[in-house]
């Protein structure tokens, strides 16, 4: 078993939906939480950066982490074409060993 | 400001060559890593750095070198290629508190 799981899609939405993307973990030490977004061919960049348990917005974008149920989840709002990319999960207990989930395609249409 | 830079962004390579990856980074960041992203598989650590003179391996190093005499450079050495290590090669380059900075990528075939 993986230690990141993520929903592995691929999801179609239309312009304006709300995206939520989620991963679940098995490592109880992990404490931080990241989302990154990657474009075809580019390099993964990071979304947003949580600390332990909690939400944390910013912008159009939400992150949730609950640490008692090992779930981590990204809500998109008012989805945008420029939006559609793959979106990573990634964590870690010591902040520079990240294990990533193996991504979710995005696709926002139009 | 660049970031995090990696040469080459291709390269090919025939079985048994060897080759670096190169990577810089300007933001004085203590931790590097190098990872690898294969289809269907995210992206999975191969050796990281904690510091100049510091390295350790990662979820799949075997076959890879590293070493970090400077702050700014994280090279990773393939010793004798393999077509298994065909595959997209990043660095990144994180300080606590940040979240890592990726490199653009090096597309590597092994043939």
């Known amino acids: 078993q993986k230690e990141v799981e993520q929903d592995p899609g691929p999801l179609s939405v239309p312009e304006g939906a709300i995206v939520s993307l989620n991963c679940t973990y098995s490592n109880s030490a992990f404490q931080y939480f990241m989302w990154y977004r990657q474009y075809s061919r580019k390099g993964p960049e990071l979304l947003m950066y949580t600390y332990s348990s909690g939400n944390k917005e910013d912008g159009r974008f939400t992150a949730q982490v609950d640490k008692s149920s090992k779930y981590i989840s990204l809500f998109i709002r008012d989805s945008q074409p420029s939006d559609s990319a793959t979106y990573l999960c990634a964590m870690s207990a010591d902040d520079y060993k990240l294990s990533f989930g193996a991504g979710t395609t995005v696709t926002v249409r139009a | 400001n660049a970031g995090v830079t990696q040469t080459p962004k291709f390269q090919v390579l025939k079985t048994g060559q060897s080759m670096t990856l190169q990577c810089a980074q300007d933001m004085n960041h203590e931790y590097m890593s190098w990872y690898r992203q294969d289809p269907g598989m995210g992206l999975r650590l191969i050796h990281y750095?904690?510091?100049?003179?510091?390295?350790d391996q990662g979820e799949v190093p075997n076959g890879y070198n590293v070493s970090r005499s400077t702050t700014e450079d994280f090279p990773l050495r393939l010793l004798s290629a393999a077509p298994s290590q065909t595959s997209v090669y990043f660095c990144?380059?994180?300080?606590?508190?940040?979240?890592?900075?990726f490199g653009s990528g090096t597309r590597l075939t092994v043939v």
């Open positions: 750095s904690v510091g100049a003179g510091i390295t």
């Open positions: 990144a380059a994180t300080g606590e508190g940040y979240g890592y900075t």
